[in-house]
């Protein structure tokens, strides 16, 4: 019987280990062939110092109105490629990168506010307009960039002349979950954290793009999307930025506040959208007080990408609308 407690003490230890000091001896080798981001930077590539980090930005067209484009998750300016000339024809375009994402700077420590929070993100976003001289924005955002620019609104209202939401990530978000945020927080966990984004990433990456896609053949036929959202992983330290992101990433709490919003809304949605479902767009199309609802058939998550001419057609009304109010 002794003998048998022993034993159980000893598994038992043996496994206490394993969890305290097993993530430590797991070896975590440096990234292969990273850069800088201004190396990696496109011909129209700009780059600005808000908030003392260095973000990445492009801009097209002048004048009224000013429209911001937000980014999703995993995604960058490159996401907004198909569309930026077109939306100049209107105003002025402008799509950036937020931190961890795209080719903004990647702090690994910092003092004050984590530049990874919803908050932060919100200070970033109001520093961009003050330092490009902008006072108020039609935002657009897709999935987790309709989730910021929702967030925006709430925090400066009059800093936003209408939203476009496209496929919002509003309903869907991280469980509220201090056991969860505790976990995420420790030793062990943190540093093993880059690994796992790494291989999520590298493994599952293209797998999630593809999700994204109604018809996921035509990234197959255009190897060059792939390649443009594969660009962020040769960023010097883009695996612990994401982590530190995820970390950051807790639950925003707007679904509870939309009737606050209370600017011109457009919700335009793809009706097979696997990742942020239709339904979602259809309720936040009711619970949102001046808002409108465009759903664009046989298109996914990215009509932007995949479905570009309607995705302007949607906006060239309600953008002409907007316009037209304001000459009234």
Known sequence: MKKGWKITLMILGGLVFLLLIGPFLVPIPPLDNTQDPQALADSDS????????????????????????????G?????????????SDYGTVIAYDRPAFGLTERPLSWE??????QESNIDHLSGLMDALGIDQAVLVGNSAGG??????ALEHPERVRALVQVNAAI?????????????????QVDRLGPLITR?????????????AWHDPSRLEENPDIIDGYRQPLKVENWDR??????????????????????????????????IVPLENSLQL??????????????????????????????????????????ND
């Open 171 to 187: 309903y869907q978000t991280r469980p509220d979950s201090p056991a969860l945020d505790w976990l995420f927080n420790t030793p």
């Open 75 to 87: 995604a960058s300016t490159f996401s907004w490629r198909e569309v930026m000339e077109p939306l």
């Open 285 to 326: 199309a009711q619970d949102m007080p001046d808002a409108q609802l465009t759903v664009i058939e046989n298109c996914g998550h990215l009509p932007q990408e995949e479905c570009p001419i309607e995705f302007m057609a949607a906006l060239n009304q309600f953008l002409t609308s907007i316009m037209e109010e304001n």
């Open 199 to 211: 291989f999520l990433m590298q493994a599952r990456g293209d797998a999630f793009l593809e999700s």
């Open 46 to 73: 700009r780059f600005i110092e808000i908030n003392q980090l260095e973000f990445h930005y492009k801009q097209y067209g002048s004048g009224e109105p000013v429209m911001i484009l937000l980014h999703g998750f």
């Open 241 to 274: 930025a994401l982590w530190e992101h995820t970390k950051a990433a807790g639950p925003p709490d707007l679904a509870g506040r939309l009737d606050q919003v209370d600017v011109q809304t457009l919700v335009l949605a793809g009706a097979f959208d696997q």
């Open 112 to 117: 004050g506010s984590n530049p990874y929070t």
């Open 147 to 152: 989730t910021l620019g929702t967030a925006f």
